[in-house]
Nanobody
Framework: QSQLVESGGGLVQTGGSLTLSCVASGFSLDYYAVTWFRQAPGKAREGVAVIGYNGGTSYSDFVYGRFTISRDNAKNTVYLQMNSLKPEDTAVYSC?????????????????WGQGTQVIVSS
């Protein structure tokens, strides 16, 4: 069974850090772009960061300079390092993989989705 599984979410204070992991099983991430999305209660899902199959990265304006996306193909894993967290970063974070060109794509373009991991930033 091909799937993505996220982990690493939790409760953190403002200014703190968390690292999320997105592990693929049943398929290789080598040729997939992976995007981290987030969705806060009552808000639309939004793209946070994307890493292409070749390692190129893009970030949304609201996380630029604070979050870093990376990948370790040997571990079939993509990471999201989140620093200087703010209460407005509170959301469920999900990873998605697709054989896509560089940059953000609509959610329906992705082939695989994880179940999400909750991040709560307290003020």
């Amino acid at each position: 069974q091909s799937q993505l599984v996220e982990s690493g979410g939790g409760l953190v204070q403002t200014g703190g850090s968390l690292t999320l992991s997105c592990v693929a099983s049943g398929f290789s991430l080598d040729y997939y772009a992976v995007t981290w999305f987030r969705q806060a209660p009552g808000k639309a899902r939004e793209g946070v960061a994307v890493i292409g199959y070749n390692g190129g990265t893009s970030y949304s304006d609201f996380v630029y300079g604070r979050f870093t996306i990376s990948r370790d193909n040997a571990k079939n894993t993509v990471y999201l390092q989140m620093n200087s967290l703010k209460p407005e970063d509170t959301a469920v974070y999900s990873c998605a993989a697709g054989r896509l060109s560089a940059g953000f794509h609509p959610p329906y373009d992705y082939d695989y989705w994880g179940q999400g991991t909750q991040v709560i930033v307290s003020s």
